[in-house]
């Protein structure tokens, strides 16, 4: 195990034991959350943005961060979807459509090496 991961295992009862008493409130999945991505732990990131896109719907925070982690573990289409979430709650927010736009680039990219991959296997 890495030495990420063990910081975050012990991280981890910490976390708890100061939010247990409390309900589990969208900031603190949120920030938690953040803490993961740092790490690299990206499934973790994963669930706790989940975890307060479901206790707060209308968070535009929650599924921009969402969105990064999906792009990050090369879930696509799950990626796009959560930016569109995003735009909607907040339309004008500079930092989704930012990262709206990039992810676009990226996959106008990903198609455009794909094509030209299969290009050239039909010419070999």
Partial sequence: MDK???????LLP????FTRCAPP?????LHFGILAAQRDLWDEAIFRWKKAAQLEPDSSSA????????EKKGLWEEAGKEYEIALELKPKNEYIQANYEKFKQRMEEGNKD??????DKKKK
């Fill in 14 to 17: 910490l976390f708890m034991l």
């Fill in 63 to 70: 599924h921009n961060n969402l969105a990064v982690a999906y």
């Fill in 25 to 29: 409130l969208p900031k603190s999945q």
């Fill in 114 to 119: 794909e094509d030209d991959a299969n290009k």
């Fill in 4 to 10: 990420k991961a063990i910081f975050f295992l012990l």
